[in-house]
């Protein structure tokens, strides 16, 4: 036992198929192709929490056949257990296919596909070619294994594994227990036979046995689901509808009472039919006779009695015929549901669509404004939808899947499709089925952007002109635009194109076949109207050839034809054979082809389109920046914020997966984070609610805007994220994966490629500023707005202004004392890396090895921001008394104004040092200095002379008497030093970089993640060489010798990390500032250095980083799976289930081969 | 058809593509049928991409045809507009005069005309809905009542949005009027409802075309349908969609900011 589990957990080990989903999907496709797990999802319709767990080549062998249904049951019974090798194997039909096996479904399918993790990608999409009008999920089954009863392993005499499963289908809840099936005497009819399924699987002993163990486990996990799906198949009509024999139906099935839904309880016998949509109570259209819907029921009655129903279904090719020539109206809902898959959806999660009713009850949204604004006009002409019934059903399922998937919110057009879903569906049915389609049939349709939409008509396009290249010249020719009509048949399902029962017919197969099928019918419209279309000559004529077509769909396509046979052939019927068999051709690879071949323009446009739009509406404030700048936010914008969705969604989906495999519970899910698609989170994408950034987002945003933002001191991610994950309260983009974040973090740098972000303080208050909503978030809005002043105006007074309204924190119109040393502080922090003090700077080059110059001006910062503080306090006005205060500071504000002038010429003199011609002129400087602040010179800035200050800024700091200063007075303060002012005047503008003069690191933020293009290039270095500013200070240039210097102040974390001791190290800036600016500078080399050397080995640095993250999740998941593996024991389970005691598994005895073994029964 | 414009016509006739834009639900639909059919429908159903019509409209010497191309408001179809309005020669930028936001809306899409589409293009801004606040303040109520307020039922929301606040009009004709010269835009108060002001909104439009476009690229020396080959020529490339603004935009805008 322990041994057999032994190797079992080895097994799974080194088996490929068991990489969970989303992780192999990351690691095994770059390509930005499906996975298989996606494949294998969407060809069996399985909601997004599956994957492919075993797979097996198998005969599926079905007993009944069509004329002996009633006695074949009886005789089934005695060949296929006890003597399976002499029984006549001729007896039933045969079909070879693949047996699937995931988390919660045994699927099998005529199609042969592979989705083992090491088969070929071209093998995994094998399944897309034609598919004979069987669907991609072909002749087979689809069964959640909480709809089979009992498994038994056959006699063979040879190798041959057989199974015999046994279905739920037909045991009445009621009398479930005592397994007679049709024997069961409480049923007033006999049941329809339970048919018995038997697979023959091929393939190694080994392999039979690991699918088996595979299966059984599941099995187990599917006990618990039995009672959820005898309630979901309650509302199946079929449970109803194969109660009676067919000619014993009651007659008018229409009891227009309107059973509540999910009463599923009880009286069984006594309960009426499901809910079968508006239909049931507002009449289906179209006439019900012309339909010949009796004889269809009849055909699905005979068709669903033998090969079981809603679950239990098997699809044999007469299911695939009786879909195509349309379905019955009372059956169509569920016909819907089972072949979209959406039925599935239910499966898992029955109760979700009241769920979300329920919790949002009474929330109004812009979505919810919209669907208002559609309700009566969406099928008006329907009885169902002039009634208040029909239009709350309507409002509830729109609404409902609003709230869902907010990120589509509401799209017109919904409206239709879901109104004509509702004639034929209960309002949960409508809703899944909504879901099914959103998400999986119609991908991005409805998406903000209708991304899908306008893929799907470039497709469209080229395959016209692929295949009717006359038609197409033509239309190139007369400039007809193709999609303004097949835009509509696309987007509402040929809805309120074609009349509803020719839509509906459409419907039907495009449930069962995919997307597909909106194309060749497309196609085929356009081929039976040709000839008409080429003598159209513009878009009025050709619109009214299609639209006379469609109103005559109904009518003989043959009228004049002698043969009574072909007369009676409808312009409909001719359609359907043009489409389906002219145009078999296209197939979903077609489609999917081509999908991939446009995708990339087609998101281009909508993104330049979306970025024109947006920038245009940013309003009046966004005129002060330039179009170039404004264009450049928005890249540096939604690049920030799709690099970091792409970071959270493959983080979260790591996260998912590996909790998902640890409780190996079946999770449900229309999963939008599964299905990891590289693009999520592109703009055109329609990524609808990620449109502002967060605090965190804002400092990734910075550190690729603003050199300063840039953090120092990188840290390590775990420790980052300790510190994000504590932040209470933070919408951050951490707290979507708290706990054990640390792990899967590790695997790539939450800041992605680009430089980290610093924290500080300034930071902080900048995003309070910007975020004038508070909504903790900016949008693009706000940080055009935020900008605009500091970029636009140029005024250094306004500058100021800003940069004192960041400290005001009441806005009272005064900093205090804690103020001004956190605007100290920033003035540090802002200038670590050097001011680049605008046309100024520009002359910096030629000062080559000028080394003692550019320290002394880097000193310049330091000793300014020291003589700032000091100034501060000595100008500070103490609480009280502030009046006879303001007089003399507004004096010395005039003053200042006064000798603005020389303030300029000062302000030149701090960059003149670089300037090789310039003459030095301090006089006029200290000239100034002496009259108004005395301010010590530069030259002798030292400890000398500040020694006695530093006595006078430490009193000012006695906590005992409250001091601040007013906006006056910092004008003063700043305007009285040269350096600061020059920091105001440009320095402060410039360090953000704009379009104009792009930091070079923002560019290596933008390559992103997973190898793919940004969604919007930025704009290249060199499209602005003329700035000398920017590659002077290019980062990768550091070593040369014409960069300036770093600044004193660039201690950076060191110096001014929140929560150090403030007062204590301005008192060392004061008193001893030569020896930390040497210290600092050494610090900021090293850590220079260091940045230049983390540049250059940047790739592969991450590279292995990312290699090792995934060894790490890689062992977390197996490790998962291991548990999971040991949990699933057959110990634990058997006191779950409390049935008859499991046969110990096959592999425990050798012999398990020669006996028959029921391997499992409830 | 091709010669129809030639000595046979008294009247010079020519076709003018014209596109309406603007927000969801205000009434462009209406305002269409109301033109070409002379009709009212309470509950349309929405546009879904986009619907096309004809529409002839005469003046004392020319006769004008009206190629209509009527856009779904959604604020999503946007991006699917530059299709439609390529090569429009005028276009209606319509508003709900019931509601304040349904003018930002209009006034974006101005902006994006007057930078996308054709150079030259004539936009009249027209507020529709005046039925519903022309003569007392009451008719605001009744708009969100089943039977009198057909078109706030129509056009829904709205008609309950505002009927609480007692004054039904929420953008006063002055400041679209004021909005309007300084754009040089046409102005005009409508209800499709009623009829009012609709067709002479058309005819405005059609008066102020000027002669030169009608030969220009749409008009031409053959008027009508078959005109259109002459300016397919220079835009093969651009079959899709969004592609129809890059056409547009080659000619006077190339540079702009994104």
Request: charged letters at 25%.
């Amino acid at each position: 036992m322990f041994l057999s589990n032994l190797v079992q957990k080895a097994q799974q080990l080194i088996d490929p198929s068991t990489l969970p989903g989303p992780l192999a999907n990351l690691t095994s496709n770059p390509t930005g192709r499906p996975s298989k797990a996606q494949l294998f999802r969407q060809q069996f319709r399985l909601p997004d929490s599956q994957n492919p767990l075993h797979e097996i080549t198998a005969e599926l062998t079905l007993p009944t056949s069509p004329q002996s249904a009633k006695n074949a049951a009886g005789q089934t019974r005695n060949w296929d257990k006890s003597n399976w090798d002499a029984a006549p194997r001729e007896r039933g039909t045969h079909y070879v296919g693949q047996l699937h096996l995931s988390e919660g479904f045994l699927c099998f399918s005529t199609v042969n596909t592979s989705f083992v993790g090491n088969a070929s990608a071209a093998a995994s999409s094998a399944f897309t070619g034609r598919t004979h009008g069987t669907g991609p999920a072909g002749n087979g089954f689809t069964l959640p294994l909480c709809a089979v009863r009992r498994v038994e392993r056959l006699h063979t005499q040879s190798y041959m594994f057989a199974l015999s499963i046994s279905t739920w289908n037909g045991y009445d809840s009621a009398g479930g227990s005592g397994g007679g099936g049709q024997e069961d005497a409480s049923g007033k009819v006999k049941a329809p036979t339970p048919p018995k399924l038997t697979v023959q699987l091929e393939g190694s002993r080994q392999q039979c046995e690991r699918f088996c163990d595979g299966l059984k486990k599941g099995l187990r996990q599917g006990i618990r689901e039995v009672e959820g799906m005898r309630q979901v198949t309650s509302d199946c009509y079929s449970e109803y509808f194969l109660r009676y024999d067919f000619e014993d139906l009651p007659k008018p099935p229409s009891s227009s009472d309107g059973r509540p839904a999910g009463d599923g309880e009880g009286t069984e016998g006594e309960k009426g039919p499901s809910d079968t949509g508006l239909g049931s109570i507002f009449k289906y259209p179209g006439n019900s006779r012309k339909l010949r819907d009796r004889s269809k029921m009849r055909l699905w009655h005979e068709y669903l009695r033998e090969n079981g129903r809603n679950c239990t279904l098997v699809r044999q090719p007469d299911f695939h015929r009786l879909i195509r020539v349309g379905l019955p109206n009372l059956l169509r809902g569920e016909m819907w549901e089972l072949t979209s898959g959406s039925f599935y959806l239910r499966l898992q999660q029955p109760k979700l669509y009241q769920q979300i009713l329920a919790k949002h009850a009474g929330e109004g949204s812009l979505a919810i404004e919209e669907i208002e604004k559609d309700l009566n006009r969406s099928l008006p002409e329907y009885a169902g939808f002039q009634s208040e019934e029909g239009i709350g059903r309507l409002r509830r399922v729109l609404t409902a899947y609003s709230w869902l998937n907010a990120d589509v919110g509401y799209c017109q057009a919904m409206n239709i499709v879901v109104a004509a879903l509702l004639i034929y569906l209960s309002e949960p049915q409508a809703f899944y089925l909504l879901s099914i389609l959103c998400d999986r049939l119609l991908p991005g349709y409805y998406s903000q952007t209708m991304y899908g939409t306008l893929l799907d008509q470039r497709v469209f396009e080229s395959l016209v002109e692929k295949t009717m290249p006359i038609l197409w010249d033509h239309l190139v020719r007369n400039d007809v635009q193709l999609s303004v009509v097949s835009l509509p048949w696309f987007l509402s399902l040929y809805i309120n194109s074609m009349p509803l029962i020719f839509a509906f017919r459409v419907l039907d197969v495009f449930f069962l076949e995919g997307p597909k099928v909106l194309f060749q019918i497309g196609l085929a419209i356009l081929r039976i109207n040709g000839e008409a279309l080429l003598d159209a000559t513009d878009d009025g004529s050709f619109i009214s050839v299609l639209k006379s077509y469609f109103a005559r769909l109904g009518a003989s396509a043959h009228p004049r034809s002698e043969n009574p046979k072909h007369r009676a052939i409808t312009h409909f019927q001719a359609l359907m054979v043009v489409a389906f068999k002219e145009f078999e051709g296209i197939t979903q690879h077609t489609i999917s082809e081509q999908r991939a071949k446009h995708k990339g323009p087609v998101l281009e446009n909508i993104e330049s389109f979306a970025k024109r739009t947006s920038i245009r509406n940013l309003g009046p404030e966004a005129k002060k920046l330039s179009p170039t700048d404004l264009a450049f936010l928005y890249d540096r914008f939604y690049a920030v914020l799709y690099a970091r969705q792409q970071r959270q969604q493959v983080l979260q989906a790591a996260e998912l997966e590996a909790r998902r495999r640890q409780r190996q519970d079946v999770k449900a899910g229309s999963g939008a984070a599964e299905g990891v698609t590289p693009e999520m989170g592109r703009v055109a994408m329609g990524a609808g609610e990620k449109t502002a950034m967060d605090y965190d987002a804002f400092r990734e945003f910075l550190a690729g805007v603003a050199r300063w933002a840039v953090t120092d001191s990188p840290s390590s991610p775990v420790k980052e994220e300790g510190r994000a994950g504590g932040k209470g309260g933070g919408n951050g983009y951490f707290n979507a994966f708290p706990g054990r974040a640390g792990g899967t973090g590790r695997r790539m740098s939450v800041w992605g490629s680009g430089p980290e972000p610093a924290e500080h303080d300034f930071l902080q208050r900048l995003f309070a500023r910007w975020d004038c909503e508070g909504t903790g978030e900016v949008s693009l809005q706000n940080v055009v707005y935020g900008l605009a002043p500091i970029k636009g105006g140029r005024d250094i007074m306004a500058s100021i202004a800003y940069f004192f309204e960041l400290y005001d924190d009441d806005k009272d119109g005064r900093v205090d004392r804690e103020g001004i040393l956190r605007m100290s502080e920033a003035l540090l922090f802002l200038s670590r890396r050097g001011v680049e003090s605008g046309a100024g700077a520009a002359a910096s080059g030629p000062v080559v090895g000028a080394d003692g110059e550019i320290k002394s001006r880097d000193e310049l910062f330091l000793g300014a921001v020291s003589a700032f503080i000091r100034r501060c306090f000595e100008y500070a006005d103490p609480d009280s008394g502030e009046r006879e205060r303001e007089g003399q500071v507004e004096e010395g504000v005039d003053l200042l104004d006064l000798n603005d002038e020389d303030e300029k010429a000062g302000a030149e003199q701090v960059d003149e040092p670089d300037h090789p011609l310039a003459t030095p002129p301090p006089s006029t400087s200290n000239a100034k200095d002496d009259g108004m602040l005395a301010r010590p010179s530069h030259h002798t800035f030292g400890q000398t002379s500040t020694a006695p200050k530093h006595a006078a800024a430490n009193a000012a700091l006695d906590p005992s008497s409250p001091v601040h200063i007013t906006l006056p007075t910092f004008r003063m303060l700043v305007l009285a030093d040269e350096t600061l002012e020059s920091f105001f005047d440009s320095g402060f503008a410039n360090s953000f970089h704009l379009a104009d003069a792009p930091l070079p690191s923002s560019t290596i933020t933008s390559p992103s993640f997973l190898g793919l293009a940004p969604p919007a290039a930025h704009p290249p270095i060199s499209a602005s060489p003329t700035q000398a500013a920017s590659p002077a200070l290019s980062p990768g240039d550091a070593g040369g010798p014409h960069i300036p210097a770093i600044s004193p102040g660039g201690a950076g974390a060191g110096v001014v990390g929140p929560g150090r001791g403030l007062r204590g190290m301005l008192d060392n800036i004061v008193t001893d500032g030569m020896r930390v600016a040497a210290e600092v500078r050494r610090r900021m080399d090293d850590a220079q250095k260091e940045l230049d050397r983390s540049a250059s080995v940047r790739g592969t640095e991450d590279d292995e980083e990312g290699e090792d993250g995934d060894e790490t999740v890689g062992d977390l998941l197996d490790g998962a799976d291991a548990d999971a593996g040991g949990a699933g024991k057959p110990g634990l389970s058997e006191g779950r289930v409390g049935g008859p005691p499991l046969s110990p598994p096959p592999a425990d005895g050798g012999k398990g081969g020669t006996e028959k073994s029921t391997m499992f029964e409830r | 058809m091709a010669d129809s414009s030639q000595p046979s016509a008294p009247k010079p006739s020519s076709s003018v593509k014209l596109v309406l834009l603007g927000e969801a639900a205000v009434g462009k639909s209406s305002l269409v049928l109301r033109f070409v059919n002379n009709d009212f429908q309470p509950n349309k159903e929405p546009t879904i991409g986009a619907a096309f019509l004809t529409q002839k409209c005469q003046l004392p010497t020319r006769t004008i045809k009206f190629e209509i191309w009527d856009t779904a408001g959604q604020e999503r179809f946007a991006s699917l507009a530059p299709m439609y309005y390529r090569n429009a020669q005028s276009a209606l930028v319509v508003y709900d005069v019931t509601k304040a936001s349904s003018l930002v809306k209009a006034k974006h899409w101005v902006a994006e005309l007057q930078r996308q589409a054709s150079p030259g293009i004539v936009i009249a801004l027209v507020g529709n809905k005046l039925d519903l606040c022309e003569d007392d303040a009451e008719g605001g109520d009744e708009g969100e009542g089943e039977g009198q307020g057909e078109e706030a039922g129509e056009e829904a929301g709205e008609g309950k949005g505002e009927g609480d606040d007692g004054k039904v009009r929420k953008v006063s004709a002055k400041d679209a009027k004021s909005y309007a010269d300084d754009e040089h835009l046409l102005f005009f108060e409508t209800s499709a409802k009623t009829g009012h002001n609709v067709n002479d909104v058309f005819t405005a439009i059609a008066n102020k075309i000027p002669e030169a476009s009608l030969k220009g690229p749409r008009g031409g020396a053959t008027a009508g349908g078959g005109t259109q080959a002459a300016i397919s020529a220079g835009q093969d490339s651009s079959r899709v969609n969004l592609n129809a603004r890059q056409g547009a935009e080659g000619g006077p805008k190339e540079g702009c900011a994104c």
